[in-house]
DNA sequence: CCGAATCCGCAGTGATACTG
DNA sequence: CAGTATCACTGCGGATTCGG
């Protein structure tokens, strides 16, 4: 990408990942180690050339390690480096804004993916009221499998089932809930099926109600 | 800017202020308003047009606002929306994050603005050190000069003459360093002149040490 | 099937000139 | 001062093709 000739982090950072789709490249791989194939089903609309040429920058930078899959998978897979860890804050910071300008609902064609679900997780999470908290949830809406597991006040949010059993499993109704902010609503009202310790849902809304786009 | 199809914080803010250029001339907005050719001066390189692509874009989407500015100047001045201003905490961990990407001095021809000055300051304010703490100190280097203003733990931070009398004037040498982590260096070091409370030069120091991209 | 490379039409960008 | 106008160029979106 051409330099913005400014000696200034912000400048350098859109010059590192300031286009179009490496957030969101790198939104996916924030939440784990994806192939090309993943990568591309997860974006629905980038161009292939698109993916393989940010990728490529991204490796160039330091911000995104190619690796090669040990055997069950065998194959090309794409994770971040510390570099690129490091950004998620910035990430969820970015992101955290725009949840408050996003509607209410989905617009046409817009969807929800597991990744996306799982960074809003970690971005709703509200660190200061969790100390001492030590739970773990299960989400299922629709196809979309999550799961959040707190220890100690330290939030761990990915796809797919958690790495132990889950206090409460949590699964929404319907099951096509549009957004993150109907899923808390339905949750609220207690549109859900639970399983497990059905005390930790007041617990769940607390940590994960969005308060808006505070620091 | 043509929409990602994702129902996500992140993927909005990036159809928002994900275009080129519009995050800096957000920046330079967040420090204090500005007129149409504060702007171009401030953002060297960028095409006119752009720049006034950009402003209509971000007016429209209620990131900026376009206001008459009254009698002392009379012209048009572009301020940054509360929406706007709510974006600040992003660009300061962008900023961050960058700012560990950068080399250690300025690449060839790039340059170090007042207002990127004052968004470094920001970004590098170690808040939990803060508590308690009342001061104020202006800085000079070459032609930039910035104030900031820390009370009871909070900071202001602009361009120009802070609000009040600085408690602490510091003058960097040589006056033309070339970027922020030397001018730190050089106030370890004592490569500066000082007018005031001068025991206030530590004070500053570990308040604006940068400690890394931390969230 | 995975992981791309290639080609094309078009929109966004950069540079500069010009105007109310 | 505050923008438009113009135009060359690059990057992106969409599709197809190709090699392992």
């Known amino acids: 990408m051409k330099h913005f000739g400014q000696y200034c982090g912000l400048a350098r950072a ?3 990942v300031g286009e ?11 939440v784990h180690p994806r192939r090309y194939s993943d990568l591309l089903t997860g974006l629905p609309g980038i161009p292939t050339n698109v993916l393989s040429t940010r990728l490529k920058e991204l490796e160039q930078n330091g ?10 998978q065998r194959g090309v897979v794409y994770a971040m480096t510390p570099a690129g860890h490091s950004l998620e804050p910035a990430l969820l910071a970015l992101g955290r804004w725009g949840a408050t300008q996003l509607d209410d609902d989905p617009r ?9 679900f799982t960074m809003t997780l970690r971005a709703v999470f509200n660190d200061d ?17 999550v799961y959040a ?3 100690d006040g330290k939030l761990d949010a990915g796809v797919g089932p958690g790495p132990g059993d889950p206090d ?4 929404f109704r319907p099951d096509n809930l549009p957004s993150f902010r109907a899923l808390m609503q339905a949750a ?3 549109l859900v099926d639970l399983t497990g310790r059905r005390e930790l849902l007041d617990t769940f809304i607390r940590l994960f109600e969005f308060r808006g786009a505070s620091a």
């Open 14 to 16: 859109m010059e590192l």
């Open 149 to 151: 597991v707190v220890t």
């Open 129 to 145: 009221l969790a100390a001492g908290v030590d739970a773990s949830w299960q989400l299922h809406s629709g196809d979309i499998e």
């Open 168 to 171: 409460l499993v949590i699964t």
């Open 20 to 30: 179009r789709w490496a957030m969101l490249i790198l939104r996916d791989l924030a």
């Open 108 to 116: 046409d064609g817009e969807i929800v993916t597991p990744e996306a």
């Open 188 to 190: 609220r009202c207690g």
């Open 63 to 72: 911000i995104v390690e190619r690796q090669i899959a040990p055997a069950p």
